[in-house]
């Protein structure tokens, strides 16, 4: 139900955009979320964007990453600059059917995507 895209290998300080196609269109009002998960490392919350486009960043990526959706495209953007190696992982969104969002703990949402790579050299 969620298709992630724009994954790729980036040098240092670079950008990358990337975005999540929502199958079920219902779901692009409710709370959607970007989560990131390196090698040997827990899946980690970096942002989310509910039903009235309130957003919350990670401390971790704030001032770097921002999230927006497009309802009319079914589409939540993960905007990434000033990219870091340390920012390499598997980049996944996820989907919880809440309009406000419910954090950004991962056992939070019940809808998760296959992923995209981003790799940061």
């Known amino acids: 139900q969620l298709v992630e895209s724009g994954g790729g290998s980036v040098q240092a300080e670079g950008s990358l955009r990337l975005s999540c196609a929502v199958a079920?269109?219902?779901?692009?009002?409710?709370?959607i979320a970007w989560f990131r998960q390196a090698p040997g490392k827990e899946r980690e919350g970096i942002a989310n964007?509910?039903?009235?486009?309130?957003?919350t960043i990670a401390d971790s990526v704030k001032g770097r990453f921002t999230i927006s959706k497009n309802e009319a495209e079914y589409t939540v953007y993960l905007q990434m600059t000033g990219l870091k190696p340390g920012d390499t992982a598997m980049y996944y969104c996820?989907?919880?059917?809440?309009?406000?969002?419910?954090?950004?703990?991962?056992?939070?949402?019940?809808?998760w995507g296959l992923g995209t790579q981003v790799t940061v050299s």
């Open positions: 996820a989907a919880m059917p809440l309009l406000k969002c419910p954090g950004l703990g991962p056992a939070a949402y019940d809808h």
């Open positions: 079920a269109r219902a779901y692009i009002r409710y709370c």
């Open positions: 964007i509910d039903d009235q486009d309130t957003t």
